[in-house]
Antibody
Framework: EMQLVESGGVVVQPGGSLRLSCAAS????????MHWVRQAPGRGLEWVSL????????YYADSVKGRFTVSRDNSKNSLYLQMNTLRTEDTALYYC???????????????WGLGTTVTVSS | QSVLTQPPSASGTPGQRVTISCSGS????????VYWYQQFPGTAPKLLIY???QRPSGVPDRFSGSKSGTSASLAISGLRSEDEADYYC???????????FGGGTKLTVL
């Protein structure tokens, strides 16, 4: 069974940093572009970032560009999101998700983790 | 404000057919595929429709998607109580170079 498990979410002060992790199992992470999507409490889904299968291509939402960095270690079947200069508006449940088709950066996201909660508050 | 526009709510009675609209622009829906996700409270989203009108394995054929120009729709026929959930449309946006979501539509089965 394909599975994604996020971790690393905590309470952090504004201006702080945090690194989220996403562990994959049941499929070859190295074959797929991976995405981060977040959901603020009581709000809708917001796309955050993507990283290509080899890490060579990354894209970010304008709201996080210059502050967040996505990376991956295929040898560890893991995906990461380094979050710097955190703001209160970054408070959300952060999901990692797998693209459906290995030949595309985006083709729908068919496997999602349960998410990890980041709270930015003083 | 979401890049894709959805009605915040929709409702129907069991057995009815309901549609949820999603409006975008030439840089997203107008030039790329549309995807639909279903999300129940406290759970992760689930891919419901991909490539405008394709259903992943296991999604009932009561769910169907369509696209015309810069708009798309999700139709649910034979509405059931278990369809009560939030529904999101999504598409790649060439101008933003990223995925964009609609604000979500909360479907209530009366």
């Amino acid at each position: 069974e394909m599975q994604l498990v996020e971790s690393g979410g905590v309470v952090v002060q504004p201006g702080g940093s945090l690194r989220l992790s996403c562990a994959a199992s049941g499929f070859a992470l190295e074959d797929y572009t991976m995405h981060w999507v977040r959901q603020a409490p009581g709000r809708g889904l917001e796309w955050v970032s993507l990283i290509s299968w080899d890490g060579g291509t990354t894209y970010y939402a304008d709201s996080v560009k210059g502050r967040f960095t996505v990376s991956r270690d295929n040898s560890k079947n893991s995906l990461y999101l380094q979050m710097n200069t955190l703001r209160t508006e970054d408070t959300a449940l952060y999901y990692c998700a797998k693209v459906t088709n290995p030949n595309y950066y985006y083709y729908g996201l068919d496997v999602w983790g349960l998410g990890t909660t980041v709270t930015v508050s003083s | 404000q979401s890049v894709l526009t959805q009605p915040p709510s929709a409702s129907g009675t069991p057995g009815q057919r309901v549609t949820i609209s999603c409006s975008g622009s030439s840089s997203n829906i107008g030039s790329n595929y549309v995807y639909w996700y279903q999300q129940f409270p406290g759970t992760a989203p689930k891919l419901l429709i991909y490539r405008n009108n394709q259903r992943p394995s296991g999604v009932p054929d009561r769910f169907s998607g369509s696209k015309s120009g810069t708009s798309a729709s999700l139709a649910i026929s034979g509405l059931r109580s278990e369809d009560e959930a939030d529904y999101y449309c999504a598409a790649w946006d060439d101008s933003l170079t990223g995925e964009v979501f609609g604000g979500g539509t909360k479907l209530t089965v009366l």
